[in-house]
């Protein structure tokens, strides 16, 4: 065991998430109280603070799409992911925004919401070849529509589709159930967890909601960052493209 010892030396945050150089490379973004829950008062932004802020909006400047589930849309309120202040230097060519890849089964999503009418770059739907015909047409007029799997999602074809369509820096804002099923899948290479110095109780769900993984990734430690009483880890597949080297 070795301490961690705190150092005043600024860090650069784009330098320190960079995506590897080459290939596709799934990355979850989520944070959780120290007792592991995901969610306060229904929410994550409960859990937070603005440097968590500052890294999730950061992370969606050097992403090429941004995977989320239906529930944490319907949760949150998501919006279309607007271009911050400063993206265009991380951005590199890419459209000003990625685009958001929303999960969903039933499409119990509002076509008429901002997410879908003011996207800058247009919003897809991953969904299972089981959704609801009227609601399918509603989502191929709002979206790029992406179906793979039949009654459930088929994570890896879905993944697979946006790889084909270019986007090769792939960022997960969960939640919990999305992030169960890519993991379950195999296709998660890293995890960026932000800890807060919050004790919740009660019986709220963690970062993954789904069942027992029959095989659960080895993910090493890649950096371990600190702000006020707040972690940042960043965890990465072992033997992965951005693993440390033993
Ligand atoms: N701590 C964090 O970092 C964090 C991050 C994100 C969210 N959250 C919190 O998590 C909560 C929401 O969690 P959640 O698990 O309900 O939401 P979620 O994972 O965002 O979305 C779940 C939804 O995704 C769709 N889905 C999931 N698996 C599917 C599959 N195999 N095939 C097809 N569709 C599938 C379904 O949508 P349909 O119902 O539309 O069919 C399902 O209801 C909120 O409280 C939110 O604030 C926390």
Do not use: K
């Amino acid at each position: 065991m070795r301490n961690l010892a705190p150092t005043d030396l600024p860090v650069d945050l784009a330098e320190r998430y960079a995506y590897p150089a080459q290939g596709s490379y799934l990355r979850a973004n989520m944070i959780a109280s120290l007792d592991g829950a995901a969610q306060r008062d229904g929410r994550s932004g409960g859990l937070g603070n603005a440097s968590d802020r500052s890294l999730f909006l950061l992370l969606r400047a050097l992403a090429d799409v941004v995977i989320v589930g239906a529930g944490t849309v319907r949760a949150e309120g998501y919006g279309p992911v607007r271009p911050g202040e400063g993206w265009d230097g991380l951005r590199g060519g890419r459209p000003p925004a990625p685009p958001l890849a929303i999960v969903s089964r039933t499409l119990d999503l509002d076509f008429d919401a901002p997410v879908f009418t003011e996207a800058a770059a247009r919003t897809i739907v991953l969904t299972p070849a089981v959704a609801d015909p009227a609601r399918l047409r509603m989502a191929r007029e709002r979206a790029e529509v992406i179906v793979a799997g039949d009654v459930s999602l088929d994570f890896s074809a879905a993944v697979g589709e946006l790889e084909a369509r270019g986007f090769a820096r792939m960022l997960c804002e969960g939640g919990p159930a999305i992030l169960a099923g890519l993991v379950e899948a195999g296709l998660l290479d890293e995890l960026c967890l932000t800890l807060s110095p919050q004790i919740l109780g009660g019986r709220p769900t963690r970062i993954l909601n789904g069942p027992p993984l029959p095989v659960p990734p080895d993910m090493a430690l890649v950096h371990a960052l600190q702000d006020d009483d707040f972690l940042f880890l960043r965890y990465a597949l072992r033997g992965g493209a951005a693993a440390p080297s033993r």
